[in-house]
């Protein structure tokens, strides 16, 4: 079979099509990057928000458009807390709900080919990753979320938590190793829970991977920042751990946190990342931030942007609040008014730049090594190639006219540049290659 697979949302949707790309490629079947030529599309929906859903049927619908003679396989949130109208949509064949995704190559194949040989007992073939255009492994370590954040539907979605044992994830890491994957990514629904039904720990599975695994550069996806023991940053000390998180904030009003049912005070949050940035240098902090969540002041509002303002975060996710029928949130009081979570997003975007710009500016004149990923022509026919800095800061450079035409020159490899300075177009850095 020609598999074509899809995701929508968040990077554990991301970790699990490559689970699922390396097991069909194993059964022999061929993962292919356009959907018109497949027999089997798989989509791994998202319901985050109420915008995610719709987003989600109209990737179905498109898909199905575009060749309705395939196989449409839906998984994901959105399938698990609509399963029934999913399948029921036209050209939908098969739905996987999250509790048996692990299982979705398998399923698929039971339902719709015969026996092939697989295709690495033949050829070596290429990693997913780069088929799909990718330098960075998003790796899924644990599933699933103890916690009821009154605002969040994916724990409804995702269920009870469960962790992957530490030799699968070792593994899973060194194979890409050998395939040349320069970055891996550990995500999660709950990542700080990780190994809380393994008797294990986040830091112990990032102790290991450090120690059992040669991957160059390991980095987080969101982590809740009430997960974290005290002695978590001593692990930076290795340099292959990336200084950079993204630590889901929210408020900065611990009222509203309150309301949220968030575990995390605002000054217990202050010291985490006075904590991080005592022991790391230039470690980079980023954030989650939610306007006009149900019965939110303006004074409310004002102590968040206060607070932001202290804590200084390389980048915001920016989110204006939206009722998810099946939380708690979707049933509070005082809604407040679309203009005004419009007002109060477009302040909290303009701070957002403005703290992104004070953190960059902090770069120039620094050294840094950077892991190019993606090159492009520009006007002029030279090749502008961006990558990430170790504190997760995007870098751009403009090619010497003799590699311009080499569009892989950079691409996967990771440089030592210097930081000039950075756009106020784009806030992107800009660095030469040494």
């Not at 949302?9 to 689970?19: K, M």
């Not at 949220?260 to 980023?286: G, H, W, Y």
Request: glycine content about 6%; proline content about 3%.
């Amino acid at each position: 079979m020609k598999v074509y697979l899809k995701a929508l949302g968040c990077r554990l949707n991301e970790a699990e099509l490559a689970l699922w790309s390396r097991s069909f490629r194993a059964s022999g079947h061929q993962i292919i990057t356009t959907a018109g030529d497949a027999d089997v599309v798989v989509v791994n929906t998202c319901a985050v928000t109420t915008d995610a859903t719709k987003k989600s049927r109209k990737l179905m619908n498109r898909l199905h458009r575009e060749n309705p003679q395939s196989k449409l396989v839906v998984s994901g949130c959105y399938a698990t807390l609509d399963a029934e109208n999913v399948a029921e949509r036209i050209g939908v064949d098969l739905v996987v709900s999250n509790q048996e995704k692990d299982q979705l190559p398998q399923k698929v194949m039971g339902a719709f080919s015969a026996n092939t040989m697989p295709l690495i007992a033949m050829e070596a073939g290429e990693s997913s990753l780069f088929m799909r255009g990718r330098q960075r492994a998003f790796i899924k370590i644990q599933d699933g979320c103890r916690y009821r954040c009154t605002f969040c539907i994916v724990t409804v979605a995702r269920g009870a938590e469960r962790s992957r044992i530490l030799s699968d994830i070792i593994n899973e890491v060194n194979d890409l190793v050998q395939k040349g994957i320069q970055e891996v990514v550990l995500t999660g629904v709950h990542v700080g829970g990780y190994g809380s039904d393994l008797d294990s720990s986040l830091y112990a599975l990032v102790d290991a991977l450090l120690k059992e695994t040669d991957m160059p550069r390991i980095r987080f996806a969101s982590v809740e920042p009430w997960d974290l023991p005290e002695d978590f940053f001593t692990l930076f000390e290795n340099p292959r751990l990336m200084p950079h998180m993204h630590l889901p904030l929210q408020s900065g009003a611990d009222s509203v946190l309150r309301r949220m049912s968030r575990r995390c005070k605002t000054a217990e949050f202050k010291d985490l990342i006075r904590q991080a940035r005592q022991a790391i240098p230039a470690f980079n902090v980023t954030s989650d931030i939610i306007v006009g969540f149900p019965g939110e002041t303006e004074a409310e509002w004002q102590q968040t942007m206060d607070y932001v303002e202290s804590i200084g975060f390389g980048h915001l996710h920016i989110f204006s609040y939206s009722p998810r029928e099946g939380t708690k949130a979707a049933r509070l009081a005082n809604p407040v008014d679309n203009e005004i979570k419009k007002q109060r997003s477009k302040a909290l975007h303009q701070l957002a730049d403005k703290m992104k710009g004070s953190v960059l500016n902090v770069q120039k004149g620094c050294k840094v090594e950077v892991l190019w990923e993606q090159a492009k022509p520009n006007n002029e026919g030279q090749m502008i190639h961006t990558g990430y800095t170790p504190n997760y800061l995007k870098v751009e450079t403009c090619a010497k006219s003799t590699i311009s035409k080499t569009h892989d020159a950079l691409k996967n490899k990771i440089t030592i540049t210097a930081i000039q300075g950075y756009s106020l177009d784009n806030l992107l850095l800009q660095g030469t290659v040494l």
